[in-house]
């Protein structure tokens, strides 16, 4: 997939000047520095398995993209919250609201403060997010 990288930030997007809020990025390791080392390790829990994702990296957090961004990762003070964007509802625990979105699509968050928190599922979840 060719990107487009915007000329004022620096970051990279799937369409030519795609609507987006101007910050500059980061690093993945800056965005993770000020937090608790589980989170980054939740966090490379959540990406092992997928393919080749490209990192959005901004200081709020990681957004993850395929052919298009199909996950967001956000630490807090309390845990690690994912959003991940699915073609259907799912269930689980640790699901902490979800969401519709247009397509079709379903938003889901989660709230993670310990690495066996990413189970199976979700990783299988990931995964079909990714293929999207």
């Not at 080749?52 to 901004?58: G, I, K, Q, R």
Request: net charge negative.
């Amino acid at each position: 997939m060719s990107r487009w990288t915007c000329p004022e930030c620096d970051r990279e997007f799937g369409r030519a000047r795609q609507s987006h809020v101007c910050v500059p990025g980061c690093t993945v390791d800056e965005t993770f520095a000020p937090y608790p080392p589980v989170y980054r390790e939740i966090y490379d829990r959540l990406v092992e398995r997928l393919g080749p994702v490209h990192e959005d990296a901004v200081r709020v957090g990681v957004f993850l993209k395929s052919e298009h961004k199909f996950a967001e990762v956000r630490p807090k003070a309390r845990s690690l919250n994912l959003e991940l964007t699915l073609p259907r509802r799912v269930e689980h625990p640790l699901v902490s609201r979800v969401l519709p979105i247009p397509g079709g699509r379903t938003a889901h968050f989660f709230k993670f403060t310990r690495v066996e928190d990413v189970d199976e599922q979700i990783l299988d979840w990931m995964a079909e997010a990714y293929d999207g």
